[in-house]
């Protein structure tokens, strides 16, 4: 009889066991439960991180967990993406993407990764190119600045902060369409560019318009064209390549991704709270004012975008041998 009533609590007691059991399991599923990290390739108060900590402040807010900026500025961000996807894929640390992350897997031999690596999450904002100019060169729109360029061939400096950067493979494609000859200045940062810009020390920079936006309006330095379609709306007296009869339209773009087999519903998670940010009035004057596009994407157009950023960029890579080892 002993027995019996003991089996039969044992029987009754399956059903919590298994329910104890299984809690820890549930609470490991949901997501997250931890700090996260975003890593970004450059350096810090530059385009890149600036709307980076901006969407890592409201992105912990939405998740419930801090979100963790971390600059890790190293060889056009390859650094940075190695780290990303040398970590578990659960979601728990992202990359703050840029176009580098496309035309890296180009412009070196050996990345160390490729674009199936990545796990697009999300657009954050599409940016155009001003053509900045040092207040010393004695001109003051694009058409001028050929002619100068072409009377002073190998005078006129150009900052670059990369080989395969997008800086340089601009630079070459405008000096290849106009038929200028250019001398190369390589820098480590965008933000030394701009110092040295300002300074005189270097002439021309193309560089996405939110690093010189400040520096254009407090007349330190020319933006003598933009790359855009239309005039931008943070600078409509600056006129596009395109009105200046150089049909030329490039654009860079900064997203959120992570590494690829990242669980579905967590990259559904993220592209719906990154969104909305990106929706919202704060960072949308963030961004615009400073001469870029707030945009979001679903992964999968997020996908194709760096698929073609990659495409655009091979032709020059190949052309003016700017593949290099690590």
């Not at 309006?217 to 239309?230: D, M």
């Not at 997020?302 to 698929?307: G, L, T, V």
Request: glycine share 8%; aromatic share 8%; net charge neutral.
């Amino acid at each position: 009889m002993t027995r019996c009533i003991a089996v039969r609590r044992w029987t009754l007691a399956l059903p919590l066991i298994a329910l104890v059991g299984a809690l820890p399991a549930q609470a490991a599923d949901i997501y997250p439960s931890r700090p996260i990290r975003l890593v970004v390739g450059f350096g810090a108060g530059g385009p890149t991180d600036i709307p980076a900590r901006y969407i890592a402040d409201k992105l912990g807010a939405a998740l419930g967990q801090p979100v963790v900026v971390e600059n890790k500025p190293a060889a056009g961000g390859i650094v940075a993406t190695r780290d990303v996807l040398a970590q578990p894929r659960d979601g728990y640390t992202l990359l703050l993407c840029t176009h580098f992350d496309a035309t890296n897997t180009a412009v070196y031999r050996n990345a160390g990764y490729q674009l199936g690596d990545i796990a697009p999450i999300s657009l954050i904002a599409k940016y155009y190119y001003g053509l900045a100019l040092a207040n010393v060169v004695p001109v003051d729109d694009f058409k001028s600045f050929v002619a100068y360029a072409k009377a002073h061939p190998g005078d006129v400096t150009y900052a670059t902060v990369g080989a395969g950067s997008a800086q340089e493979i601009v630079t070459r494609q405008i000096a290849k369409l106009t038929g200028i000859e250019l001398n190369r200045i390589p820098f480590r940062g965008g933000v030394g560019v701009v110092q040295e810009l300002v300074a005189g020390r270097v002439d021309l920079y193309p560089s996405p318009t939110l690093a010189i936006m400040s520096q254009y309006q407090a007349k330190q330095l020319k933006i003598i064209a933009t790359t855009s379609p239309e005039r931008l709306s943070a600078m409509p007296e600056v006129p596009t390549l395109t009105e200046q009869g150089f049909d030329f339209i490039r654009f860079g773009w900064l997203g959120v991704c992570a590494g690829s087999g990242t669980p579905e519903p967590i990259i559904k998670t993220l592209n719906e709270d990154v969104a909305q940010i990106v929706a919202t009035p704060g960072y949308r004057a963030l961004i615009e004012n400073a001469g870029s596009i707030p945009v979001s994407a679903t992964p999968q157009e997020f996908a194709a975008i760096i698929q073609k950023t990659l495409d655009d960029a091979v032709p020059t890579i190949r052309e003016f041998g700017l593949q290099q080892d690590q």
